[in-house]
């Protein structure tokens, strides 16, 4: 089992930014398969960047551009910087990984599709001016 700890969310004015972290208890087998997803309240849960087994950075439509994951497997830890937020990204903020030797990832028209079971308890990003 891979622990996964999220810290960083906040409140901030439209325009602003901010940076996510999650802490791994370890490397996943891969050294990759995790990301970030994102839940707002009635609204499903949506992959917004993620790591595919070859450590290739997956963006959303909504994100692309704005959005940077990057990794440190030196610690491990995961981050999301977020810029230029709006208040559509105000959600629930989950780390999530695959701890297999693959992971399906697959972007389709501008969505994310990543089958991850590893997920940590999120961190809440409120965009509101």
């Known amino acids: 089992q891979l622990q996964l700890v999220e810290s960083g969310g906040g409140s901030v004015q439209p325009g602003g930014s901010l940076r996510l972290s999650c802490t791994a208890s370890?490397?996943?087998?891969?050294?990759?398969?995790m990301g970030w997803f994102r839940q707002a309240p009635g609204k499903a849960r949506e992959a917004v960047a993620v790591?595919?087994?070859?450590?290739?950075?997956k963006y959303s439509g909504d994100v692309k551009g704005r959005f940077t994951i990057t990794l440190d497997n030196a610690k491990p830890s995961l981050y999301l910087q977020m810029n230029d937020l709006k208040p559509d990204d105000s959600a629930m903020y989950y780390c999530?990984?695959?701890?297999?030797?693959?992971?399906?990832?697959?972007?389709?028209?501008?969505?994310?599709?990543?089958?991850?079971?590893?997920w940590g308890e999120g961190t809440l990003v409120t965009i509101s001016s």
């Open positions: 370890r490397r996943t087998r891969t050294g990759y398969c």
């Open positions: 999530a990984a695959e701890d297999k030797t693959w992971c399906f990832v697959m972007v389709l028209n501008g969505r994310i599709r990543a089958d991850f079971d590893q």
């Open positions: 790591l595919d087994q070859d450590g290739n950075p």
